[in-house]
């Protein structure tokens, strides 16, 4: 097994993808526990509500984790991930050693204290019940049981061995909880009191691993992990919580979000070409405001992150400077979803020295438009208004016949596409082949940006949209609406070298039905494909195997008309 950069960042980006699901939750607990409030609408039960959300957030973890990693994104792996988060805490509960002062005390005052202590390591738990009930499910969910218990197979089969990893998770956080709650004190004592360094290394990393999906889970350190105020641990737990000294890292981010890249899509406008500017006007206003107002920024940053890296660095060391400089001027700020106006001006009466953001924001807006205008003329940089024209990012609001399906010929065709998913910004696909995906035909459909990773991996940034977008994907490809995958037969297709008597010994261990060709892929209808060796397929020199029900996609390149011929001759005679 390789342990490269590339290949951990690979086996890493399911997670990244699986974090954004709970996190997704947390904009309607900020809203319900701040309108509740005595200085907004005084309504308690609101604000309860609200609270429930983030006195929860592991189980949500738990439940939103494994989901997201689980193959079809099956509710089953979701009530495994609950099931082992449940039987985690509450055995780890147990196991908890009573501090001397309440060895004589009540039961109830005894399970106040062992909740209270749990209630730390709850993200943790859960993200780690996520991961595993999610692994479980992928690789159980189809599971044979003898025909006496043939009942509790299948995807029935998850919850319940969910359950036995539970148990050892319960032994482990239960019997090992002083060395957990040391480790996490000594990681929260060490980030905060490395004070300016720290918050800086974590502004630049923030914005670095943007372009992997990966800060998401530095994120989740910084926002649910660190620090403890009455239990509550967590930036964002601790703000809402009432924490005088809890923002430091989410302060940084308005300064940026609300001034600086909005600044940046003005200069990108200023500095189209006089006959662009009002083709890409609409465009850039629309991410701007998207900045200003949500936070949401990876529709701009990835304008720009390929075509001058070094632009995006110096954005990157600005985004760290801004996280020093916030905390050095004492701001504190905190947020539900993201650095933008709304979640400013909601949680405007929890921050501390506020009304500093206005001139922290104006020099960054000003440091942004300057250092962008520069940039783009002195480098001639392709910033929309300024790309050839066969090349513009098109709109990915704009009319199209069926969105989803052409989207999904860009990438290949339905047999090119193992799964799709998205994150708040970006479709995140496993392909059989992501070298034959069309990059300039996903920009004119209106991707922002195209990030191609190992063993097929690829990333579409399109903005808050990507998740309506991967909704339409998978219908256009359950629904047959992408009959065959034009990209598939584009001359990088290198010609088939198939091994067919490779390619009979896989599909030895079930009967063959039919075999067709189509395109650049053979087709192969099987009565039993759970008897299939996928393994031994891609090892006879396929390029790539797919199934589909009781068919099997095989991708083979220009050579599959006769390779489907010689097998038809061969598996049918």
């Known amino acids: 097994m390789s342990f490269s950069p590339s290949t951990l960042l690979a086996k890493a980006q399911p997670l990244g993808r699986a974090l954004m699901l709970p996190i997704a939750v947390l904009p309607i607990a900020a809203l319900l526990l701040r309108l509740g409030q005595p200085d907004m609408l005084n309504v308690p039960f609101i604000a309860a509500a609200g609270d429930a959300i983030f006195s929860n957030l592991g189980l949500l973890f738990a439940a939103g984790v494994a989901v997201g990693l689980a193959r079809e994104n099956h509710g089953a792996a979701s009530l495994a991930g609950v099931v082992t988060y449940l039987v985690a805490t509450e055995g780890a509960k147990v196991l908890l050693h009573l501090p001397p002062d309440l060895a004589g005390a009540g039961a109830l005052e005894q399970a106040a204290w062992r909740a209270k202590e749990i209630s730390k390591l709850s993200v943790p738990v859960g993200i780690c019940s996520g991961i595993v009930a999610g692994l479980l499910y992928n690789r159980f969910h189809a599971i044979r049981l003898p025909d006496y218990l043939s009942f509790f197979g299948g995807r029935r089969f998850v919850p319940i061995v969910s359950g036995l990893a539970g148990l050892v998770f319960a032994a482990a956080f239960g019997l090992g909880f002083p060395w957990f709650e040391a480790g996490i004190d000594a990681l929260s004592h060490w980030v905060l009191g490395a004070g300016s360094l720290g918050l800086f290394l974590y502004g630049l990393l923030n914005r670095l691993l943007l372009i992997t999906g990966l800060h998401h889970i530095i994120n989740n350190i910084a926002w649910f992990l660190l620090g403890d105020f009455h239990g509550a641990t967590g930036d964002i737990k601790r703000f809402f919580a009432g924490d005088p000294t809890a923002g430091s890292f989410m302060a940084g981010f308005f ?147 069926d969105r989803g399906a052409a989207i999904a010929a860009a990438l290949g065709g339905a047999a090119n596409i193992r799964s799709v998913d998205a994150c708040t910004t970006r479709l995140r696909l496993v392909l059989a082949d992501n070298g034959i995906a069309d990059e300039p035909r996903l920009k004119a459909l209106g991707a922002r940006g195209v990030v191609k990773l190992r063993d097929g991996g690829l990333q579409v940034v399109l903005g808050p949209i990507a998740d309506q977008v991967v909704a339409e994907v998978r219908a256009a490809i359950g629904g047959g609406a992408v009959a065959t995958a034009p990209a598939l037969t584009a001359p990088a297709v290198a010609a088939a070298h198939a091994d067919t008597g490779g390619i009979r010994a896989a599909l030895a261990g079930t009967k063959v039905r039919a075999v067709a060709a189509n395109a650049t892929r053979v087709l192969i209808d099987v009565a039993d494909p759970a008897a299939v060796d996928m393994r031994g397929l891609t090892g006879a020199g396929v390029r790539a195997a797919l199934g589909s029900g009781n068919r099997l996609h095989l991708i083979i390149g220009p050579g599959a008309e006769a390779l489907g011929a010689q097998l038809r001759r061969e598996l049918l005679a």
């Open 255 to 401: 300064p940026v979000m609300m001034f600086g890249l909005p600044a940046a899509c003005l200069a990108m406008y200023r500095n189209a070409l006089p006959e662009r500017r009002k083709a890409v006007g609409g465009l850039l206003l629309s991410l701007a405001l998207t900045s200003l107002l949500t936070g949401v920024t990876e529709p701009i940053e990835f304008s720009f992150i390929f075509l001058a890296p070094v632009l995006y660095l110096i954005h990157a060391v600005l985004t760290g400077i801004a996280m020093v400089v916030m905390d050095l001027l004492g701001v504190k700020l905190g947020f539900g979803f993201s650095a933008g106006l709304f979640d400013y001006v909601l949680n405007y009466g929890l921050s501390t020295r506020p009304l500093l953001l206005i001139p922290v924001g104006i020099a960054y807006a000003a440091i942004y438009y300057f250092a962008f205008s520069w940039c783009i003329r002195k480098f001639d940089l392709k910033t929309p208004g300024r790309e050839p024209i066969e090349t513009a990012a098109g709109d990915p609001d704009a009319a199209v016949a």
